[in-house]
């Protein structure tokens, strides 16, 4: 079972760069996430999704952007990218938004910007 | 004030120790309380989940919230090697809230 599957696995970014990270996720959960981890920060919500067409701001939206053209696709862009994205990101999904459904992690992006 | 407030150790135990990992929070509309399991280079996976204040148990992990306290608990019992990883708390209410995570590591 693949679950949750993040490309690329690494990047190194130069200031003002931009990429797009992709998710893709196989269960066919309704619920799509992205977050970052940080050193003594614990994961933060970046921007999240409910359904196929949907997305939404979530703690640290700045400088993110994303789109969900399909309902197994989560796509995070950094338009410019910045020293202080230098980060790993995780995508998760769920089947639902109720707090009794797990979300499912992938393996995480680990990115640096120069 | 961070709404989840986990120690992050690291904290290091011989095998067979029992482990008591904690978090405090400070939001109590939070309903949900999970603890989720890090290993490295790897994404977090669910360990437990409980909804009510109380214990619940599953093999060598027992999860306890104490909601009057804003407390929540995960002991290990006879701890493994294998269980060295980064533990993450984690509370739910509209959206899920991690604390930082503690690093654990289980020496033989």
């Known amino acids: 079972n693949a679950g949750v599957t993040q490309t690329p696995k690494f990047r190194v970014l130069k200031t003002g760069q931009s990429m797009t990270l992709l998710c893709a996720q196989d269960m066919n959960h309704e619920y799509m996430y992205w977050y970052r981890q940080d050193p003594g920060m614990g994961l933060r919500l970046i921007h999240y999704s409910v359904g196929e067409g949907t997305t939404a701001k979530g703690e640290v939206p700045d400088g993110y952007n994303v789109s969900r053209l399909k309902k197994q696709n989560f796509l995070l862009g950094l338009e410019s990218a910045a020293p202080s994205q230098t980060s790993v990101y995780f995508c998760a999904s769920s089947y639902s938004g109720a707090g009794n459904q797990p979300q499912h992690f992938g393996d995480g992006t680990r990115l640096s910007i120069l | 004030q961070k709404e989840v407030e986990q120690d992050p150790g690291p904290l290091s135990v011989p095998e067979g120790a029992i482990v008591s990992l904690n978090c405090t929070y400070s939001n109590s509309a939070f309903q949900y309380f999970m603890w989720y399991r890090q290993y490295s280079r790897k994404g977090p996976e669910l360990l437990m989940y409980?909804?009510?204040?109380g214990n619940k148990e599953d093999g060598r992990f027992t999860a306890q919230v104490d909601k009057s306290s804003k407390y929540i608990s995960l002991f290990i019992r006879d701890s493994q090697p294998s269980d060295s990883a980064t533990y993450l708390c984690?509370?739910?209410?509209?959206?899920?809230?991690f604390g930082q995570g503690t690093i654990l590591t289980v020496h033989p």
């Open positions: 984690a509370m739910e209410y509209g959206k899920l809230t």
């Open positions: 409980t909804y009510s204040s």
